[in-house]
């Protein structure tokens, strides 16, 4: 089976790439510092796992949950964010359940981004940003992150003609 034109056009996924690079390392006894992908490195508290095994036995959890999340989800996240961060949230149109970021950051770009879009990206970044943005048939232009402006994004140095093909 032959792909189509835009997944040839992305790149490795980057976190492979690290991994291959890490147990070559580790096969040649070089001690590392594991800073990549972010697995956790300690054990998951017990009140967790026995959360969990209640949970399996308990039928009412064996079904899919609703696509918002749970109510109570959605409030608790609410209930977190307001206490983290002082920020008010309606459960009911703010909050959304997801399994995980890149989930929410693909849906986002195919939301947003159409066939010729210019889609703006921090390098460095997250790489799905870029991927998400190729398989939207958009362009990713990498926005370099430097020290002279505290690694921020110098939005007056952009193209005028990339900027209105962008959206904000």
């Known amino acids: 089976m032959k792909p189509n034109k835009r997944i040839s056009k ?4 980057l976190f492979a790439e690290i991994e291959k690079k890490k147990a070559k390392a580790i096969e040649n006894k070089v ?5 990549s992908i972010g697995d956790p490195d300690k054990p998951t508290p017990q009140f967790i796992i026995n959360s969990m095994k209640n ?6 959890t064996h079904n899919y949950p609703p696509y918002e999340g749970t109510k109570d989800f959605r409030n608790a996240v609410a209930k977190w964010y307001k206490k983290r961060f002082g920020v008010e949230l309606n459960p009911d149109e703010e909050v959304m359940s997801l399994i995980g ?3 929410g950051i693909a849906h986002i770009i195919f939301a947003l981004i159409d066939s010729g879009d210019v889609g703006l990206i921090p390098d460095p970044s997250y790489p799905v940003y870029k991927v998400c943005t190729i398989l939207a048939g958009g362009t990713p232009v990498m926005l370099p992150l430097k020290k002279e402006n505290d690694f921020l994004i110098d939005f007056d140095s952009i193209d005028k003609s990339v900027l209105s093909k962008a959206k904000f």
């Open 10 to 13: 992305t790149p490795k996924y």
């Open 31 to 35: 001690d590392l510092i594991d800073l």
């Open 55 to 60: 949970a399996l036995d308990d039928p009412s």
């Open 101 to 103: 970021s890149k989930e």
